[in-house]
């Protein structure tokens, strides 16, 4: 089973980790092979299924921390995002340096709306793990939608001067930069996003705000034109 999930074969997989559990392993094993069931389920986006087997799980392994991640994880794809903070937290307290369990409990607080909750959670993360960039990138998110463009920018920067191919991040910070006048460096920004994404149409009309805004109306109409026709 974990021979075919791990090639995505995962309708294979379900069926291998259903017949090891008609077979009534101990305990301690049932609960990891419906850990890996419901791990299956997620690769096919069943994520009621997935969430059935993660509590069967830990109703045998209460104190697997990946198995309340997991099943947040699922949670969090059909939206629940209450039930997801609720795992988040579980495994945390299992696994106080969960680094990836604070972002994640940081995303679901942000769907939430909780700004100040998911700051608070990313700044945790980071602490654990200061050069995840996916961390750095979704506090920078965060501190735009509070509308505090220097601390986002100061993320952005962090992100870029760790893999200058996360392109989001130059995008927002191109976003930022604009907002705060700084067309230049926003045009800057939104050029080095295309070497590493050219076919979305939005870099384009926002390079071509920026340049509008700089009375370069040739290059504005350069930029919306690609914007069209992408």
Known sequence: GLDRQNRGDYDGAIDDFTKAISLKPKASELGDVYYNRGNAFIGKNNFDAAISDYSRAIQLKPGEYEYYYNRGVAQQNKNSFDEAIADFTKAIELFPGFAVGYNNRGNARMSKNDVDGAIADYGKALAIAPRSTDTLYNRGIAWQAKGNLDEAIKDFTAVLSISSSFYL???????????????????????HALEFKTDDP?????????????????????????????
């Not at 920026?210 to 690609?226: C, E, H, I, S, W």
């Open 169 to 191: 991040a130059s995008v927002n910070r191109a976003v930022a930069l604009l907002e705060k006048g700084s067309l230049d460096s926003a045009i800057a920004d939104y050029t």
């Open 202 to 230: 939005a870099i384009y009309y926002g390079r071509g705000s920026a340049r509008q805004k700089k009375k370069d109306l040739v290059g504005a109409l350069t930029d919306y034109d690609k914007t069209i026709e992408l």
